[in-house]
């Protein structure tokens, strides 16, 4: 009798480590979870933090870059300033022979970038210091500016709106335009070209500004 009782004192106790030993291994688990949890929540802070600072520029300092494939004429970008999104950058001209210039001394300008690479999306070569380029002097000046309306000393009502002026060919790019009702209206799908002294003769009375893209 006495050993029956010893038989059932072990099994008991043997059954209560056996509990023990399951319950400190689920313990075990959910500390592990908990570990991946935070390791996860690091990550995402981390990538938010990356995302904030991501440039997204396409053109970086020493880009020439065009309106058209085919222009001499376009310019550099100075510097890139992100907390404003724009671009610094100044006007420049290729010579007969291929050689850059800064477009006299006008000085820099600045824009916002989705503007600015959308006037430009031609890039036409890059210059490692653009501090090194010299000055070509204007033989001469356009007398009117990209989105001005300019009509006939003689005729308020029918005129032409400048689209741009190219310096390299001397000459303008402009569509017919016409006043009704106060209001100037143009098609800017339909363009045409003539040379500076030859559309300044004809068109001597500015009327109004719009703004083009």
């Not at 400048?162 to 310096?167: F, G, N, P, T, V």
Request: proline content about 2%.
């Amino acid at each position: 009798m006495r050993r029956e009782i010893i038989f059932i004192i072990l099994i008991v106790v043997g059954i209560s480590f056996s509990g023990c030993s399951m319950l400190g291994g689920s313990k075990a688990s959910g500390t592990s979870q908990g570990t991946v949890k935070q390791s996860g929540a690091s990550v995402k802070a981390t990538g938010t933090t990356v995302a904030h600072y991501t440039m997204n520029q396409t053109y970086s300092r020493g880009d020439i870059v065009k309106e058209f494939d085919y222009d001499r004429i376009g310019k550099v970008v100075l510097d890139y300033d992100p907390k404003t999104d724009s671009y610094k950058y100044a006007s420049v001209i290729y010579d007969e022979f291929g050689r850059l210039f800064y477009l006299d001394s006008s000085g820099t300008e600045s824009s916002k970038r989705d503007i600015f690479e959308t006037k430009y999306p031609f890039k036409g070569g890059h210059v490692e210091n653009p501090d090194t380029l010299g000055i070509m002097k204007r033989e001469y000046k356009e007398k009117y500016k990209a989105g001005q309306i300019v009509s006939k000393k003689d005729n308020s009502y029918e005129g032409v709106l400048i689209l741009r002026y190219d310096y390299s060919n001397d000459q303008y790019t402009y569509t017919p335009a016409s006043k009704q009702y106060g209001q100037w209206s143009y098609d800017l799908n339909e363009k045409n070209t003539d040379s500076r002294t030859s559309l300044e003769s004809r068109y001597t009375k500015s009327e109004s500004t719009v703004k083009l893209i």
